[in-house]
């Protein structure tokens, strides 16, 4: 039944625009500070799931995680026994922000009607880039974004004989889902159209884990443009081709990366940054819209290092910005102040780290600067186990401004940049660093922690004007 601004209604209503981290987050935020008396609340989800953590896909695709419903957080029954109107199956398909009102569409009965909302919440997260290139739509080529999309990678590694794999893409999504299929007995073979993997670092910290790679057993494929994706007479894709070769394939993952999912809010006329994600004040209100909100992969936030807007997709965020929000509409108050950019994530054995800016990302915001790189152990040398890792740290030239940190190593390498994600939110210097009271016995570090290691040599580095 259409309904509109006008109705006559007893409670607030609440819409929420996505079934995911931020969108729930909200929901459940704000059903714990008005109770169902005060506030009717409306999630609208178009896939199959609420809740999940995409995250968590190429760990269940590689078998760490052995289910699939371990992923899901809380289920729409769960949402449902706590008075939130979950409908499944049904992706809005217009916002009238004049009106004040959604047009849902359900997906399995094919049927449209308008909701009206006091609040709006949108949380549409983020789409995978899908090249438009010959053969993409291939049986064998996947993508991996939702718990559909890991379901049905699974269905074809178990279905094809074949062992040779190629992922498109050697970003976050890339490198986890080459070791997944390491770990499912697959050849794998990495293209990516950087000279580096994981354009998140710097090209020399990126070179590190190209070598880790191969010595994993991984083709890799640098600096390479995909150009067709070649298929068999029966439309499975066979081979990924290049300018300059072909890779044969009997599956292939895209990992090429994502963007903002905010067509719908363009076409609503809410305003959107230069990498496509919406714009929100620090409530997380979108602007110049008292009553909409947004947060989760869909949105842009303010990197507290450079000061500029980024897209950041990451769960942490989404989860977060679902709780301000939440907070926000259940007539509490909450800010989102900003990140500084931490990510981490491994390839087998192989951990990546990195918060804060990149040289070109320093570059860009006209920054001054120095860098350092160092190579120490996880442990104190003489303890077993000890693993090797290489510390990269930017600081800004004359103030010594902490600017960013990378890490490339072994066990125990990953999490330390947690370390400097601190001391970037505090904007602390590299001298002020070195000062840090950390944790040290030879099991867990050297007794200078690499990370204060490089930051002595930073500190030096700026006091000497080199870099």
């Known amino acids: 039944m259409n309904t509109s601004r006008a109705e006559e209604r007893s409670r607030e209503r609440l819409v929420v625009v996505g079934g995911d981290a931020a969108g729930m ?26 809740s999940f953590s995409a995250c968590g896909i190429p760990y269940w695709v590689g078998g760490d995680v052995p289910e699939r419903d371990r992923l899901i957080a809380r289920s729409p029954e769960e949402h ?5 109107d979950v409908r499944m199956r049904t992706e809005v ?11 849902a569409r359900d997906l399995d009965a094919g049927t449209e009607s308008w909701t009206a909302y006091d609040k709006l919440v949108i949380a549409t997260g983020a789409r995978p880039i899908r090249p438009d290139l010959p053969g993409v739509d291939a049986d064998g080529v996947h993508g991996v974004q939702t718990l559909d999309d890991g379901q049905a990678l699974l269905d074809t590694l178990t279905a094809t004989e074949g062992r040779r794999a190629v992922v498109v893409g050697a970003g976050y999504i890339g490198v986890e889902m080459a070791e997944a299929l390491i770990n499912r007995g697959y050849e794998v073979t990495v293209v990516n159209r950087g000279k580096e993997p994981m354009s998140t ?50 599956v292939v993952v895209l990992g090429i990366g994502v963007r903002p999912e905010t067509e719908l809010a363009r076409a609503a006329g ?15 209100r979108v602007r110049g819209h008292a009553n909409i909100w947004a947060g989760g992969d869909c949105v842009e936030v303010l990197d507290l290092v450079s000061g500029r807007e980024r897209h950041i997709p990451l769960g942490t965020h989404a989860n977060k910005h679902g709780q301000i929000i939440g907070a926000n509409i259940g007539g509490d108050y909450a800010t989102f ?44 040398g003489y303890y077993p186990a000890a693993a090797p890792m290489t510390v990269k740290m930017l600081a800004e030239r004359r103030t010594g401004r902490l600017l960013g940190v990378q890490i490339v190593g072994r066990e125990g390498a990953g999490k330390r940049v947690d370390i400097a994600a601190v001391a970037l939110t505090a904007g602390m210097t590299v001298e002020q660093m070195t000062a840090l009271d950390l944790g040290y016995a030879p099991p867990f570090s050297p007794v200078w922690d690499p990370v204060l290691v490089a930051a002595r040599k930073a500190t030096a580095a700026v006091r000497s004007g080199t870099s």
């Open 25 to 50: 987050s909200a929901a459940s935020q704000a059903r714990r500070l008005k109770g169902p008396d005060a506030l009717e609340i409306v999630a609208f989800e178009r896939g199959h799931f609420t």
């Open 80 to 84: 449902r026994a706590r008075d939130i």
């Open 93 to 103: 398909v217009e916002i009238d922000v004049e009106g004040a009102r959604v047009r």
């Open 201 to 250: 670092l710097d090209p020399d910290m990126g070179r590190l884990v190209h070598k880790a790679m191969e010595g994993m057993g991984i083709t890799m494929v640098d600096d390479a443009e995909v150009t067709a994706l070649r298929t068999d007479d029966d439309g499975r894709v066979r081979a990924v081709a290049t300018e300059d070769a072909e890779y044969p394939a009997d």
């Open 270 to 284: 809410l305003p959107v940054g230069d990498h496509g994600g919406l714009l929100t004040d620090l409530a997380l």
């Open 337 to 380: 102040p900003g990140v500084v950019g931490t990510a981490v994530s491994k390839v087998c054995d192989l951990e990546i780290a990195r918060t804060g800016l990149r040289e070109k990302d320093a570059d860009r915001a006209g920054l001054q600067y120095v860098t350092v790189t160092i190579e120490s152990t996880s442990r104190a």
